[in-house]
């Protein structure tokens, strides 16, 4: 499966930004799906992930209430709408995939990943 994220740029203290994670290939409604984000210096982590049916989400405890990720399966698209954005989530951010959801929040085990999209949150 190959992913597209887009939809990062940038945006002031409080504000909103929807990134799009657009995936090729009809098994796509059979991965789970994850948006990670590194700033610089620091390591890539999961923010929020979805299950393959979206019946099922999780979320860093740094973005709930604030994070919401979503699924259209028909459009092989996952969303993830960012509300209440601060400037400490500046980073560059990704969306991933894998068969294996146990193991979507583990940025070592997921097995295919889109190219960043750099969201940047001024004070």
């Known amino acids: 499966v190959q992913l597209q994220a887009s939809g990062g740029g940038l945006v002031q203290a409080g504000g909103s930004l929807r990134l799009s994670c657009a995936a090729s290939?009809?098994?796509?409604?059979?991965?789970?799906v994850g948006w990670f984000r590194q700033a610089p210096g620091k390591e890539r982590h999961c923010v929020a992930a979805?299950?393959?049916?979206?019946?099922?989400?999780e979320y860093a405890d740094s973005v709930k209430g604030r994070f919401t990720i979503s699924r259209d399966n028909a459009k092989n698209t996952v969303y993830l709408q960012m509300n209440s954005l601060k400037p400490e989530d500046t980073a560059v951010y990704y969306c991933?995939?894998?068969?294996?959801?146990?193991?979507?929040?583990?940025?070592?085990?997921?097995?295919?990943w889109g190219q960043g999209t750099l969201v940047t949150v001024s004070s």
């Open positions: 979805i299950s393959s049916s979206g019946g099922s989400t």
């Open positions: 290939g009809r098994t796509f409604p059979s991965y789970a």
């Open positions: 991933a995939a894998d068969l294996f959801e146990a193991t979507m929040t583990l940025p070592n085990s997921v097995a295919y």
